[in-house]
């Protein structure tokens, strides 16, 4: 039945990227706002989508109302479905992102009308200054960030070290952090195509701020902040991964 439903789910997934990448294009000419509130739609309709068809919910928890101004949010990366959630609960915003997933059709389509700071992984420094440089246009535009500091999706029960990116980049701008866990992977693994019924919960920070800071002392306390969350929500604490991004199993 799981595998069924996860098919539905698959059909109507593919389906939608395609149509709101359709749309995504069509939309092009107007502002950023309204070509991000039709496609925060997809996302919208996905999450409902989970809900009725592979029995999927969720629970906030946070800690604080989510603030009026901008902030950049570093969110744990475990799954697919954190993809959706940000769009749906956040403000309007923009994502740090490997420029490869610009390149998939019809998806990167949708990706490109949304602004995203799109990087060479490979580049290093220059990598590192693009996110600088276009997260502190997109940040005085009045758009939040969205930076995944594993780079990649790690299974449940694991943490990969934390590229300086996110934490670099509000030093910088002077715009705070606002860090996210979640324990999606138990119902939606990465890399797999069942999706187990169950309830996602995930936990909203409060704000970080980082003036007078170091890159490293900002990491840390996302960090450790993340690694608490993840060890109430998982009830152990996760292994960390010996490099930044690793895969692993």
């Keep these: 039945m799981m595998f069924l439903r996860s098919l539905i789910f698959y059909g109507f997934h593919v389906i939608t990227i395609i149509l709101f990448s359709f749309l995504s294009v069509l939309l092009w000419p107007l502002p950023f706002k309204y070509r991000y509130g039709v496609v925060r739609q ?26 009026d101004e901008p902030c950049i949010i570093m969110c744990k990366h475990q799954s697919a479905w954190e993809t959706l959630a940000v769009q749906a609960i956040f403000p309007p915003q923009v994502w740090v992102l490997k420029r490869e997933l610009l390149w998939i059709p019809f998806f990167g389509w949708g990706l490109a009308a949304l602004k995203p700071i799109a990087i060479n992984r490979g580049a290093g420094r220059q990598a590192l200054n693009q996110i600088i440089e276009q997260g502190k246009e997109r940040l005085a535009s009045g758009y939040w960030i969205v930076i995944f500091p594993e780079g990649t999706r ?25 860090p996210i866990a ?21 936990v909203i920070g409060a704000k970080i701020a980082t003036r007078d800071r170091t890159v490293t ?8 902040w993340m690694e608490g969350q993840m060890t109430q929500l998982e009830g152990k604490k996760p292994i960390t991964s010996l490099k930044r991004g690793q895969k692993r199993g």
């Design 182 to 202: 979640h324990d999606a992977g138990k119902v939606w693994p990465r890399n797999q195509f069942i999706k187990k019924p169950g309830v996602i919960k995930l």
């Design 154 to 178: 790690v299974p449940s029960g694991q943490m990969g070290r934390f590229g300086i990116g996110g934490a670099k980049l509000a030093i910088e701008s002077g715009y705070p952090i606002i």
């Design 42 to 67: 997809w996302a919208i309709f996905n999450i409902w989508m989970l809900k009725k068809i592979c029995g999927i919910s969720y629970q906030i928890e946070k800690t604080e109302e989510i603030p």
């Design 217 to 224: 002392e900002v990491n840390q306390q996302v960090y450790q």
